[in-house]
Protein backbone atom coordinates (compact mmCIF):
# COMPACT_ATOMS: atom_id res chain seq x y z
CA UNK A 1 0.00 0.00 0.00
CA UNK A 2 2.64 2.52 1.30
CA UNK A 3 4.45 2.14 -2.52
CA UNK A 4 1.83 2.82 -4.57
CA UNK A 5 1.31 5.34 -2.63
CA UNK A 6 5.11 6.67 -3.23
CA UNK A 7 4.23 5.47 -6.55
CA UNK A 8 1.45 7.73 -7.00
CA UNK A 9 3.23 10.62 -5.35
CA UNK A 10 6.06 10.12 -7.80
CA UNK A 11 4.22 10.75 -10.90
CA UNK A 12 2.50 13.68 -9.75
CA UNK A 13 5.24 15.53 -8.66
CA UNK A 14 7.08 14.21 -12.00
CA UNK A 15 4.09 15.43 -13.75
CA UNK A 16 4.63 19.16 -12.30
CA UNK A 17 8.24 19.52 -12.72
CA UNK A 18 7.30 18.63 -16.56
CA UNK A 19 4.83 21.50 -16.41
CA UNK A 20 7.23 23.74 -14.30
CA UNK A 21 9.85 23.18 -17.56
CA UNK A 22 7.19 24.42 -20.17
CA UNK A 23 5.54 27.30 -18.09
CA UNK A 24 5.26 30.35 -20.07
CA UNK A 25 4.92 28.04 -23.91
CA UNK A 26 2.45 26.76 -25.37
CA UNK A 27 0.76 23.77 -24.44
CA UNK A 28 -0.17 21.00 -26.99
CA UNK A 29 -3.69 21.99 -27.86
CA UNK A 30 -6.09 20.16 -26.00
CA UNK A 31 -9.27 22.41 -27.40
CA UNK A 32 -12.63 20.03 -27.99
CA UNK A 33 -15.36 20.16 -30.68
CA UNK A 34 -17.81 20.53 -27.98
CA UNK A 35 -15.77 23.34 -26.28
CA UNK A 36 -15.89 25.25 -29.65
CA UNK A 37 -19.40 24.27 -30.16
CA UNK A 38 -20.45 25.51 -27.00
CA UNK A 39 -19.02 29.08 -27.39
CA UNK A 40 -20.17 29.49 -31.09
CA UNK A 41 -24.11 28.88 -29.57
CA UNK A 42 -23.34 31.49 -26.51
CA UNK A 43 -22.39 33.66 -29.67
CA UNK A 44 -18.93 34.50 -27.93
CA UNK A 45 -16.99 32.89 -31.32
CA UNK A 46 -18.11 32.83 -35.00
CA UNK A 47 -18.62 29.90 -37.09
CA UNK A 48 -15.00 29.93 -38.80
CA UNK A 49 -12.77 28.00 -36.18
CA UNK A 50 -10.87 25.24 -36.59
CA UNK A 51 -8.10 23.68 -34.80
CA UNK A 52 -5.63 20.26 -34.89
CA UNK A 53 -5.37 18.59 -31.76
CA UNK A 54 -2.27 17.82 -30.09
CA UNK A 55 -0.26 20.36 -32.23
CA UNK A 56 2.14 21.50 -29.84
CA UNK A 57 2.68 25.29 -31.71
CA UNK A 58 -0.16 27.16 -33.00
CA UNK A 59 0.61 27.84 -37.23
CA UNK A 60 -2.51 30.06 -37.95
CA UNK A 61 -2.95 30.22 -41.94
CA UNK A 62 -3.56 32.99 -43.99
CA UNK A 63 -6.42 35.19 -42.25
CA UNK A 64 -6.51 33.35 -39.48
CA UNK A 65 -5.44 34.32 -35.66
CA UNK A 66 -4.89 32.26 -32.58
CA UNK A 67 -7.60 32.65 -29.86
CA UNK A 68 -7.37 30.81 -26.72
CA UNK A 69 -10.78 29.77 -24.72
CA UNK A 70 -9.34 31.01 -21.55
CA UNK A 71 -9.79 34.41 -23.63
CA UNK A 72 -13.21 34.39 -25.04
CA UNK A 73 -14.82 33.51 -21.66
CA UNK A 74 -13.06 36.94 -19.76
CA UNK A 75 -14.51 39.35 -23.05
CA UNK A 76 -12.03 38.98 -26.44
CA UNK A 77 -14.55 38.72 -29.36
CA UNK A 78 -13.51 39.58 -32.82
CA UNK A 79 -13.89 41.67 -34.59
CA UNK A 80 -11.84 43.69 -31.89
CA UNK A 81 -12.45 46.93 -30.13
CA UNK A 82 -10.32 49.86 -30.52
CA UNK A 83 -9.04 50.13 -27.18
CA UNK A 84 -7.81 46.31 -27.66
CA UNK A 85 -5.90 46.86 -30.25
CA UNK A 86 -4.43 50.36 -28.66
CA UNK A 87 -3.35 48.16 -25.03
CA UNK A 88 -1.53 46.07 -27.96
CA UNK A 89 0.49 48.53 -29.61
CA UNK A 90 0.94 50.80 -26.50
CA UNK A 91 2.54 48.14 -24.37
CA UNK A 92 3.92 46.00 -27.84
CA UNK A 93 1.90 42.87 -27.56
CA UNK A 94 0.59 40.05 -29.20
CA UNK A 95 -2.52 38.34 -27.13
CA UNK A 96 -0.90 35.21 -26.15
CA UNK A 97 1.66 37.95 -23.97
CA UNK A 98 -1.39 38.72 -21.89
CA UNK A 99 -2.05 36.77 -19.13
CA UNK A 100 -5.66 35.39 -19.14
CA UNK A 101 -6.83 37.09 -15.52
CA UNK A 102 -6.37 40.74 -17.04
CA UNK A 103 -8.47 39.82 -20.22
CA UNK A 104 -11.01 40.26 -17.75
CA UNK A 105 -9.82 43.95 -16.12
CA UNK A 106 -9.68 45.21 -19.38
CA UNK A 107 -13.47 44.26 -19.88
CA UNK A 108 -14.56 45.56 -17.03
CA UNK A 109 -12.65 48.92 -17.61
CA UNK A 110 -14.39 49.16 -20.59
CA UNK A 111 -17.69 48.59 -19.13
CA UNK A 112 -16.99 51.14 -16.67
CA UNK A 113 -16.15 53.61 -19.32
CA UNK A 114 -18.78 53.13 -21.46
CA UNK A 115 -21.58 52.62 -19.17
CA UNK A 116 -20.77 54.54 -16.01
CA UNK A 117 -18.80 57.17 -17.19
CA UNK A 118 -20.27 57.51 -21.27
CA UNK A 119 -16.20 58.32 -22.52
CA UNK A 120 -14.68 55.61 -24.99
CA UNK A 121 -11.89 53.61 -23.26
CA UNK A 122 -8.87 55.37 -23.04
CA UNK A 123 -5.01 53.95 -22.64
CA UNK A 124 -3.95 56.83 -20.43
CA UNK A 125 -6.94 56.62 -17.75
CA UNK A 126 -6.04 52.47 -18.04
CA UNK A 127 -1.73 53.77 -17.53
CA UNK A 128 -3.04 55.78 -14.66
CA UNK A 129 -5.19 53.10 -12.46
CA UNK A 130 -3.03 49.79 -13.84
CA UNK A 131 1.09 48.82 -13.36
CA UNK A 132 2.69 45.86 -15.32
CA UNK A 133 3.64 43.18 -13.40
CA UNK A 134 6.41 41.26 -15.65
CA UNK A 135 6.13 37.50 -15.78
CA UNK A 136 9.48 35.89 -16.00
CA UNK A 137 11.54 32.76 -15.73
CA UNK A 138 15.27 32.63 -14.84
CA UNK A 139 14.97 36.04 -15.44
CA UNK A 140 14.15 35.79 -18.88
CA UNK A 141 10.61 37.02 -19.92
CA UNK A 142 8.05 34.46 -20.72
CA UNK A 143 5.86 34.06 -24.15
CA UNK A 144 3.09 33.23 -23.15
CA UNK A 145 1.82 35.22 -19.92
CA UNK A 146 4.33 37.38 -20.11
CA UNK A 147 2.57 40.62 -18.34
CA UNK A 148 -0.08 40.74 -15.51
CA UNK A 149 -2.16 44.13 -15.12
CA UNK A 150 -2.28 44.95 -11.35
CA UNK A 151 -4.27 48.11 -10.04
CA UNK A 152 -1.47 50.92 -8.67
CA UNK A 153 -1.88 51.29 -4.45
CA UNK A 154 -3.80 54.11 -3.39
CA UNK A 155 -5.97 54.41 -5.93
CA UNK A 156 -9.60 54.22 -5.98
CA UNK A 157 -11.22 51.87 -8.68
CA UNK A 158 -13.76 49.34 -8.28
CA UNK A 159 -12.81 46.74 -5.98
CA UNK A 160 -11.62 42.63 -8.05
CA UNK A 161 -11.89 39.66 -6.03
CA UNK A 162 -8.30 38.14 -6.47
CA UNK A 163 -7.14 36.40 -9.47
CA UNK A 164 -8.09 32.81 -10.21
CA UNK A 165 -6.07 30.11 -11.40
CA UNK A 166 -6.08 29.37 -14.76
CA UNK A 167 -3.47 26.73 -15.69
CA UNK A 168 -3.35 25.19 -18.79
CA UNK A 169 -5.28 27.59 -20.60
CA UNK A 170 -2.47 27.75 -23.16
CA UNK A 171 -3.35 24.34 -24.48
CA UNK A 172 -7.26 25.71 -25.63
CA UNK A 173 -5.81 27.31 -28.10
CA UNK A 174 -7.95 27.41 -31.64
CA UNK A 175 -8.00 29.55 -34.65
CA UNK A 176 -10.74 31.76 -35.92
CA UNK A 177 -10.68 33.94 -39.07
CA UNK A 178 -9.75 37.46 -38.45
CA UNK A 179 -12.48 40.02 -38.70
CA UNK A 180 -11.06 43.58 -39.83
CA UNK A 181 -13.29 46.75 -39.24
CA UNK A 182 -13.43 48.92 -42.48
CA UNK A 183 -11.96 52.31 -42.40
CA UNK A 184 -11.34 51.16 -38.98
CA UNK A 185 -8.80 48.62 -38.39
CA UNK A 186 -7.48 45.50 -39.89
CA UNK A 187 -8.22 43.37 -36.75
CA UNK A 188 -5.59 41.04 -34.53
CA UNK A 189 -2.07 41.75 -35.68
CA UNK A 190 -0.26 39.23 -37.40
CA UNK A 191 0.94 36.24 -35.26
CA UNK A 192 4.12 36.40 -34.08
CA UNK A 193 5.03 33.58 -31.56
CA UNK A 194 7.82 35.33 -29.39
CA UNK A 195 8.22 37.31 -25.80
CA UNK A 196 7.91 41.11 -25.76
CA UNK A 197 10.48 43.59 -25.42
CA UNK A 198 9.85 46.04 -22.47
CA UNK A 199 8.69 49.44 -23.21
CA UNK A 200 8.70 53.22 -21.35
CA UNK A 201 5.20 52.50 -21.79
CA UNK A 202 5.28 49.67 -19.10
CA UNK A 203 6.10 51.62 -16.46
CA UNK A 204 4.98 54.88 -17.53
CA UNK A 205 2.41 57.41 -15.06
CA UNK A 206 0.17 59.81 -16.74
CA UNK A 207 -0.54 62.89 -15.56
CA UNK A 208 -4.26 63.26 -15.65
CA UNK A 209 -3.96 67.17 -14.27
CA UNK A 210 -2.91 67.73 -17.95
CA UNK A 211 -6.09 65.98 -19.70
CA UNK A 212 -8.87 67.36 -17.70
CA UNK A 213 -11.56 64.95 -19.64
CA UNK A 214 -9.77 62.03 -18.01
CA UNK A 215 -9.31 63.49 -14.74
CA UNK A 216 -13.10 64.33 -14.54
CA UNK A 217 -12.79 60.48 -15.41
CA UNK A 218 -11.04 59.04 -12.80
CA UNK A 219 -13.09 61.48 -9.94
CA UNK A 220 -16.26 60.07 -11.07
CA UNK A 221 -14.65 56.43 -10.96
CA UNK A 222 -14.00 57.31 -6.91
CA UNK A 223 -17.33 58.21 -6.16
CA UNK A 224 -18.74 55.34 -8.36
CA UNK A 225 -16.89 52.98 -5.86
CA UNK A 226 -17.64 55.24 -2.63
CA UNK A 227 -21.61 54.49 -3.94
CA UNK A 228 -20.53 50.70 -4.09
CA UNK A 229 -19.79 49.31 -7.45
CA UNK A 230 -17.43 46.94 -7.91
CA UNK A 231 -15.77 44.36 -10.04
CA UNK A 232 -18.30 41.80 -9.96
CA UNK A 233 -21.08 43.92 -10.93
CA UNK A 234 -19.06 45.70 -14.09
CA UNK A 235 -18.26 42.00 -14.94
CA UNK A 236 -22.04 41.06 -14.80
CA UNK A 237 -23.08 43.92 -16.71
CA UNK A 238 -20.34 43.55 -19.05
CA UNK A 239 -21.40 39.74 -20.27
CA UNK A 240 -25.01 41.19 -20.22
CA UNK A 241 -24.00 43.35 -22.83
CA UNK A 242 -20.71 43.85 -25.51
CA UNK A 243 -17.31 41.89 -25.05
CA UNK A 244 -13.78 43.46 -26.36
CA UNK A 245 -15.22 43.72 -29.65
CA UNK A 246 -16.09 46.66 -31.80
CA UNK A 247 -19.10 48.45 -31.04
CA UNK A 248 -20.16 52.33 -31.45
CA UNK A 249 -21.78 52.60 -28.08
CA UNK A 250 -19.74 55.42 -27.40
CA UNK A 251 -19.44 58.70 -30.46
CA UNK A 252 -16.15 58.46 -32.06
CA UNK A 253 -16.33 62.08 -32.46
CA UNK A 254 -15.86 63.19 -29.08
CA UNK A 255 -14.40 61.90 -25.60
CA UNK A 256 -17.76 61.80 -23.77
CA UNK A 257 -21.60 61.78 -24.39
CA UNK A 258 -21.83 65.39 -23.22
CA UNK A 259 -19.58 67.10 -26.09
CA UNK A 260 -21.27 65.70 -28.50
CA UNK A 261 -22.79 68.71 -30.53
CA UNK A 262 -26.75 68.50 -30.82
CA UNK A 263 -26.28 68.77 -34.24
CA UNK A 264 -24.83 65.83 -34.44
CA UNK A 265 -26.84 63.93 -31.86
CA UNK A 266 -29.40 64.50 -34.29
CA UNK A 267 -27.58 64.05 -37.24
CA UNK A 268 -26.10 60.76 -36.97
CA UNK A 269 -27.51 57.73 -38.50
CA UNK A 270 -30.42 59.31 -40.03
CA UNK A 271 -29.90 57.73 -43.28
CA UNK A 272 -30.15 53.77 -41.76
CA UNK A 273 -32.00 54.39 -38.61
CA UNK A 274 -35.90 54.19 -38.69
CA UNK A 275 -37.76 55.30 -35.86
CA UNK A 276 -41.47 54.02 -35.25
CA UNK A 277 -43.60 56.98 -35.58
CA UNK A 278 -45.22 58.53 -32.48
CA UNK A 279 -48.69 57.35 -31.72
CA UNK A 280 -51.15 60.19 -32.58
CA UNK A 281 -52.82 61.66 -28.62
CA UNK A 282 -56.88 60.79 -28.74
CA UNK A 283 -58.40 63.68 -27.11
CA UNK A 284 -59.84 63.05 -23.79
CA UNK A 285 -63.22 63.13 -22.09
CA UNK A 286 -63.82 66.19 -19.75
CA UNK A 287 -64.43 64.63 -16.50
CA UNK A 288 -67.45 66.03 -14.19
CA UNK A 289 -68.41 65.11 -10.94
CA UNK A 290 -66.96 63.46 -9.05
CA UNK A 291 -64.82 62.13 -11.30
CA UNK A 292 -63.45 65.06 -11.80
CA UNK A 293 -62.84 65.49 -8.30
CA UNK A 294 -61.02 61.97 -7.65
CA UNK A 295 -58.93 62.77 -10.67
CA UNK A 296 -57.61 66.00 -9.32
CA UNK A 297 -57.01 64.31 -5.84
CA UNK A 298 -55.13 61.56 -7.96
CA UNK A 299 -52.98 64.30 -9.23
CA UNK A 300 -52.73 66.25 -6.16
CA UNK A 301 -50.41 62.98 -4.70
CA UNK A 302 -48.72 62.27 -7.95
CA UNK A 303 -45.12 62.71 -6.98
CA UNK A 304 -42.83 65.39 -8.29
CA UNK A 305 -40.47 64.28 -11.00
CA UNK A 306 -37.62 65.50 -10.83
CA UNK A 307 -34.77 65.58 -13.90
CA UNK A 308 -31.06 65.36 -13.30
CA UNK A 309 -29.29 68.07 -13.71
CA UNK A 310 -26.96 68.79 -17.05
CA UNK A 311 -23.32 67.49 -16.48
CA UNK A 312 -22.33 71.38 -17.34
CA UNK A 313 -20.12 71.56 -14.00
CA UNK A 314 -18.62 70.07 -11.42
CA UNK A 315 -21.40 70.82 -8.96
CA UNK A 316 -24.12 69.52 -11.23
CA UNK A 317 -22.11 66.40 -11.83
CA UNK A 318 -22.32 65.84 -8.22
CA UNK A 319 -25.79 66.39 -8.03
CA UNK A 320 -26.85 63.62 -10.85
CA UNK A 321 -24.66 61.45 -9.04
CA UNK A 322 -26.35 61.69 -5.52
CA UNK A 323 -29.67 61.17 -7.47
CA UNK A 324 -28.57 57.81 -8.94
CA UNK A 325 -26.49 56.75 -6.13
CA UNK A 326 -27.86 54.77 -2.79
CA UNK A 327 -26.38 57.25 -0.52
CA UNK A 328 -28.23 60.04 -2.56
CA UNK A 329 -29.04 61.70 0.56
CA UNK A 330 -25.45 61.67 2.30
CA UNK A 331 -22.76 65.01 1.31
CA UNK A 332 -20.30 62.94 -0.26
CA UNK A 333 -16.52 62.67 1.84
CA UNK A 334 -13.12 63.92 0.67
CA UNK A 335 -11.84 60.73 -0.45
CA UNK A 336 -8.36 59.71 -0.38
CA UNK A 337 -6.38 58.87 -3.70
CA UNK A 338 -9.40 60.74 -5.65
CA UNK A 339 -8.06 63.38 -8.15
Known sequence: MAAKVQETENKK????????????QWWPCETT?????????????????????????????????????????????????????????????????????SYLLLSNFATLCEGHLGIRPDVKLWQFFFRVKKETKDKAMLNCGSMTFMLRPGRMYPPHDSHESVRYWNAGWFYEKNVPVPEIHDGLPKFNNEPPEELASWSFIPSLSLTPILEKAARRISWLVHDGLTG??????????GKLS?????????????????????????????????????????????????????????????KPPPLDSRKAERERLKMLSTAGKR???NIPGAP
Open 13 to 24: ASKARNREGERG
Open 331 to 333: SRP
Open 246 to 306: HHTSCPREAATAEEVPEETKKGRGAGTRKVAPRPTKRPRAKASGSEAGASGEASAKKPKVI
Open 33 to 101: DTELRELQNEGMISAHWSFIRDTVVPKPGAGEVVMTKAWVERGLSLPCSEFFLSILTTYGLQPHNICPN
Open 232 to 241: ALLTARYFGG
